[in-house]
Nanobody
Framework: QVQLVESGGGLVQPGGSLRLSCAAS????????INWYRQAPGKQREWVAF???????SYATSVKGRFTISRDNAKNTVYLQMNGLKPEDTAVYYC??????????WGQGTQVTVSS
């Protein structure tokens, strides 16, 4: 069974950057799409961005122009480059994949804290 493992979170000042990684234990081509979600304290989990098998991307309005999702198929990894971070970006970020059979896979999450 394929697993997804996030990494790259941390503490950063407003205006700073972080790059999150989502590594699949097997082939990333198991998934039709890979999504990033986030959940801030006391709030519902919200969708951030996705990338398809052929590299099509889409972003939530709140992050468009600041975040970039990409994939490295050779490394079975999807990245989320986050620039211009704001305090409201503080959340646990989760990687999600939906397989070709329709099953959902979630990573364990990585904490991003934006604070001065």
């Amino acid at each position: 069974q394929v697993q997804l493992v996030e990494s790259g979170g941390g503490l950063v000042q407003p205006g700073g950057s972080l790059r999150l990684s989502c590594a699949a234990s097997g082939s990333i081509f198991e998934f039709n799409t890979i999504n990033w979600y986030r959940q801030a304290p006391g709030k519902q989990r919200e969708w951030v961005a996705f990338i398809t098998k052929i590299g099509l991307t889409s972003y939530a309005t709140s992050v468009k122009g600041r975040f970039t999702i990409s994939r490295d198929n050779a490394k079975n990894t999807v990245y989320l480059q986050m620039n211009g971070l704001k305090p409201e970006d503080t959340a646990v970020y989760y990687c999600h994949g939906r397989s070709m059979s329709g099953s959902d896979y979630w990573g364990q999450g990585t904490q991003v804290t934006v604070s001065s």
